[in-house]
């Protein structure tokens, strides 16, 4: 409201919109946890064995998951597309060596927007 200083005072009105903007304030979040799957030892290179799914409940580019393995990728055998969690055989598996893997992946919101 603005009013000038005559008499009688003049007065003006005008409505703001202001649109409150969102912030990077919410971590991605895994679906449907635990993952357990199993591939063969014999699965030739680029076998996709799992897909893993995070959601962000922010917008935008605040809502851009990317995904990597952090921990128990012993020898590098398993690689991850970044972009939508697919999970790939990287290289040679042997059950007689290691029956089992278990991984930790990690969802990463947009981190240039923190």
């Known amino acids: 409201r603005a009013q000038d ?11 703001v919109s202001i649109e409150v903007l969102d912030i990077n304030d919410n971590d991605p979040i895994f679906q449907d946890l635990p993952y357990y799957c199993r591939v063969s030892e014999n699965a030739p290179v680029d076998t996709l064995v799992f897909k893993v799914l995070a959601n962000d409940t922010d917008e935008g580019n605040n809502a851009f998951i990317t995904y990597r393995i952090t921990t128990g990728n012993i020898g590098q055998v398993f690689r991850i597309n970044g972009t939508n969690g ?14 089992q893997y278990t991984l930790t992946v990690t969802a990463s919101d947009n981190p240039t927007n923190p």
Do not use: Q, S, W
């Open 5 to 15: 200083r005559a008499h009688p005072p003049l007065k003006g009105f005008m409505t």
């Open 86 to 99: 697919e999970i790939y055989v990287n290289g040679l598996l042997d059950r007689e060596v290691i029956p």
